[in-house]
């Protein structure tokens, strides 16, 4: 079994830039593709980044493109997520969550879930 344990939150001003961090534990942990998701209030969880267990391929939601990177470090068992030139509508709680299909974006396709951690941009 994965768990997996997001740090990095916090609130920032608009143009600012955080890093959070899972933390992944379990036998096989850094086999797993990895992803990060977000959720604003009123609003449905969003992908926005993701990484095969390798680290040779990353994707991204066209919204974050250019502004965050995700990355992992296999030997520490950590996935990040560096976010740059925030703006008040990347505010929400992020997720990060182990894949194990082919669409990144079905969130049916993902067995476990950090229990998040919260980001905010004021303007």
């Known amino acids: 079994q994965v768990h997996l344990v997001e740090s990095g939150g916090g609130l920032v001003q608009a143009g600012g830039s955080l890093r959070l961090s899972c933390a992944t534990s379990?036998?096989?942990?850094?086999?797993?593709?990895m992803a990060w998701f977000r959720q604003a209030p009123g609003k449905e969880r969003e992908f926005v980044a993701g990484?095969?267990?390798?680290?040779?391929?990353?994707y991204y939601a066209d919204s974050v493109k250019g502004r965050f990177t995700i990355s992992r470090d296999n030997a520490k068992n950590t996935v990040y997520l560096q976010m740059n030139t925030l703006k008040p509508e990347d505010t929400a709680v992020y997720c990060c969550?182990?894949?194990?299909?082919?669409?990144?974006?079905?969130?049916?396709?993902?067995?476990?879930w950090g229990q998040g951690t919260q980001v905010t941009v004021s303007s």
């Open positions: 969550a182990a894949h194990f299909g082919t669409n990144w974006s079905r969130i049916t396709e993902y067995f476990t």
């Open positions: 379990g036998r096989t942990s850094s086999t797993y593709d």
């Open positions: 990484i095969t267990w390798t680290g040779s391929s990353t």
